[in-house]
């Protein structure tokens, strides 16, 4: 099966810290993802990637930035971590993004900014 | 125009029941179709894909209509551990594109 890890379940965080968020997959996908989920407003994409170090913005880039340096890995990084940023962050991978069989997501980090 | 929009519910169904859910999206280049499942503080998972021709897997049965723009998942003989958020996802030429859920409760 498809692994996805999302090194940290829960976080809690100072506003004004910088802050990573680590994702590694272990099916060599070419295509990963960072969504955030908040009540009511659904599953939103932040940035993804179809190849090492190649990114794209997604729906709310805004107060985010990602790194992929490494095929299996997916960095998202919060350069000053406000409280609005408090939320659910799911990774997720696939081998294809238009068709296929769809997304694998990491069990999601929820991260607290105080 | 929201790209894909479900009912949020809640739907709560007896046990035993059957329950559909809808959904519209709104770009008609998507090419793929999807249903997630996620379970409260879970990931979502992938329950199915949805084809043209409709697919049923088990109590599930999932419909497109590509004229009207909708997808539709039918759940018979509802279980407990039914009682989850179900996702309508549609992609085209971007990532997928999640509907914000449907939430059903299966009621003893």
């Known amino acids: 099966d498809v692994k996805v890890t999302q090194s940290s379940r829960y976080l809690v965080k100072r506003t004004g810290e910088k802050v990573f968020l680590e994702c590694v997959q272990d099916?060599?996908?070419?295509?990963m993802f960072w969504y955030r989920q908040d009540p009511g407003l659904g599953l939103r994409l932040i940035y993804f990637s179809y190849d090492v170090k190649m990114k794209e913005k997604g729906d709310i880039p805004e107060g985010y930035s990602v790194s992929r340096e490494k095929k299996e890995r997916f960095s998202l990084i919060l350069e000053s971590a406000s409280t609005n940023q408090t939320s659910m962050y799911l990774c997720?991978?696939?081998?294809?993004?238009?068709?296929?069989?769809?997304?694998?997501f990491g069990s999601g980090t929820r991260l607290t900014v105080v | 125009r929201k790209e894909v929009e479900q009912d949020p519910g809640p739907f709560n169904v007896p046990e035993g029941a059957t329950v559909a859910f809808n959904c519209t999206y709104s770009?008609?280049?998507?090419?793929?179709f999807f249903w997630y499942r996620q379970d409260c503080r879970k990931e979502p998972k992938l329950l199915m894909s949805?084809?043209?021709s409709g697919n049923e897997d088990g109590r599930f049965t999932a419909q497109l209509n590509r004229a009207s723009q909708y997808i539709s998942l039918l759940i018979r003989d509802s279980k407990l551990s039914d009682s989850a958020t179900y996702l309508c996802v549609v992609s085209g030429n971007t990532p997928l594109v999640f509907g914000k859920g449907t939430r059903l409760s299966v009621i003893a």
């Open positions: 997720a991978s696939s081998f294809l993004v238009r068709q296929g069989p769809g997304y694998t």
């Open positions: 099916m060599d996908h070419e295509n």
């Open positions: 949805v084809y043209s």
């Open positions: 770009n008609s280049a998507s090419q793929s």
